[in-house]
T-cell receptor, first 110, second 113 residues
């Protein structure tokens, strides 16, 4: 069975600081991996995805994520956070079905 | 092109009533998904449709929940005899095929009094 964990329920960073959101998955093979963002009052928007190939993927809004097979991880990073990045972030895995993680809420301090 | 649309955006109902939630996917998308998001929670998978195949209903929480997809396009999620614990945001998503990037609608916020 697939599962996704996002160990951090809530993270607070200062504007301009770097960010890393953790995502770990459990699946017998290499799944497809996604990061979505849900801003307050908005729908979910895809930030980036990994299907195969280069393990470092670039997404929208300056985000990137790195797939590490040995760690079963797909952590999301951004070198400099903007106030508008405050939102809920969801990691998702597709193996046999789609499974979403519980989400990490990001707060940004001015 | 238009994105995924859902209606109504908000629905308030009384306990025991039936409700129908509608989803219009992106034209040409063969896969359609329903999720439930309770306050402060992640997404709970409910059901998905892929083309003309039998839907995967494995996420439906009880037999009060059902969904159909007519003509491979519009989908309706029906909740019978609503309970207060059904209160949540119901999200619909569509994709070109199962496993592809999902495009989400704005959701329907259901409140059961």
């Amino acid at each position: 069975a697939q599962s996704v964990t996002q160990p951090d329920i809530h993270i607070t960073v200062s504007e301009g600081a770097s960010l890393e959101l953790r995502c770990n998955y459990s699946y017998g093979a290499t799944p497809y991996l996604f990061w979505y963002v849900q801003s307050p009052g908005q729908g979910l928007q895809l930030l980036l995805k990994y299907f195969s190939g280069d393990t470092l993927v670039q997404g929208i809004k300056g985000f990137e994520a790195e797939f590490k097979r040995s760690q079963s991880s797909f952590n999301l990073r951004k070198p400099s956070v903007h106030w508008s990045d405050a939102a809920e972030y969801f990691c998702a895995v597709y193996g046999q079905n789609f499974v979403f993680g519980p989400g990490t809420r990001l707060s940004v301090l001015p | 092109g238009a994105g995924v649309s859902q209606s109504p955006s908000n629905k308030v109902t009384e306990k025991g009533k039936d409700v129908e939630l509608r989803c219009d996917p992106i034209s040409g998308h063969t896969a359609l998904y329903w999720y439930r998001q309770s306050l402060g929670q992640g997404l709970e998978f409910l059901i998905y449709f892929q083309g003309n195949s039998a839907p995967d209903k494995s996420g439906l929480p009880s037999d009060r929940f059902s969904a159909e997809r007519t003509g491979g396009s519009v989908s309706t999620l029906t909740i019978q005899r609503t309970q207060q614990e059904d209160s949540a945001v119901y999200l619909c998503a569509s994709s070109l095929g199962h496993g592809n990037e999902q495009f989400f609608g704005p959701g329907t916020r259901l409140t059961v009094l």
